[in-house]
């Protein structure tokens, strides 16, 4: 019987879960520049549902139910089928496209640092470069803190979202 194998130090999930959270809420604030709070909120929670695998799994490796690399981090949970799932899910609750910013956000940037089983349960090949994560944090940290902090500036004294006074004019402008 083969066990898999945890990290041993649970604090580096949660350093990499807060990421992924400023990430997606990053992204989601350039895309969406919205005021609503359901895509935040929806692309906070399928941000950090891919880790749920550290909670779920671990337990039920220790007891020997599950075993391989489906029920280890990053296995079936990072997976585009849970993806579907998980998008699906979190659709009634807000937009899927900021469902799919967060839980797609999660899979870029796992894949960068070590890999993902992206075709899981299908096929258990790991797809990813690596990347050191501790790098990889602090600058996707820093970029996401400054467009946040950015963004509830511009919220808080209502600036436009809108191009700069440096675009060029719509074509029909030039008509008039």
Same mark, same amino acid.
């Given at each position: 019987?083969?066990?898999?194998?945890? %990290?041993?130090?649970?604090? &580096?999930?949660?350093v990499a879960d807060g990421?992924?959270?400023?990430?997606?809420?990053?992204?989601?604030?350039?895309?969406?520049?919205?005021?609503? %709070?359901?895509?935040?909120?929806?692309?906070? $929670?399928?941000?950090?549902?891919?880790?749920?695998? &550290?909670?779920? +799994?671990?337990? $039920?490796? !220790? $007891? *020997?139910? #599950?075993? *391989?690399?489906?029920?280890?981090?990053?296995?079936?949970?990072?997976?585009?089928? #849970?993806?579907?799932?998980?998008?699906? @899910?979190?659709?009634?609750?807000? /937009?899927?496209?900021?469902?799919?910013?967060?839980?797609?956000?999660?899979?870029?940037?796992?894949?960068?640092? *070590?890999?993902?089983? $992206?075709? #899981? /349960?299908?096929d258990p090949t790991l797809? *990813?470069?690596?990347?050191?994560?501790?790098?990889?944090?602090? &600058?996707?940290?820093? +970029?996401?803190?400054?467009?946040?902090?950015?963004?509830? @500036?511009? !919220?808080?004294?209502?600036f436009e979202y809108g191009?700069?006074? +440096?675009?060029?004019?719509? &074509?029909?402008?030039?008509?008039?």
């Amino acid at each position: 019987m083969q066990f898999i194998r945890y %990290h041993s130090m649970p604090y &580096v999930h949660m350093v990499a879960d807060g990421v992924h959270i400023l990430i997606s809420l990053a992204l989601v604030m350039i895309i969406f520049r919205s005021r609503q %709070h359901e895509p935040y909120l929806v692309t906070a $929670l399928a941000a950090v549902v891919p880790d749920i695998d &550290v909670i779920v +799994f671990r337990p $039920l490796a !220790t $007891l *020997g139910y #599950a075993e *391989g690399v489906l029920w280890a981090h990053r296995g079936l949970t990072h997976s585009l089928l #849970a993806g579907v799932v998980v998008i699906g @899910f979190l659709s009634m609750f807000g /937009p899927w496209r900021a469902a799919a910013i967060g839980y797609g956000s999660h899979l870029v940037f796992d894949s960068l640092t *070590g890999g993902v089983r $992206l075709f #899981a /349960p299908f096929d258990p090949t790991l797809y *990813g470069v690596s990347v050191d994560w501790l790098l990889l944090n602090l &600058v996707t940290s820093a +970029f996401a803190v400054t467009v946040l902090l950015g963004g509830m @500036f511009a !919220t808080k004294y209502d600036f436009e979202y809108g191009a700069s006074s +440096f675009a060029p004019k719509p &074509v029909f402008d030039w008509f008039q």
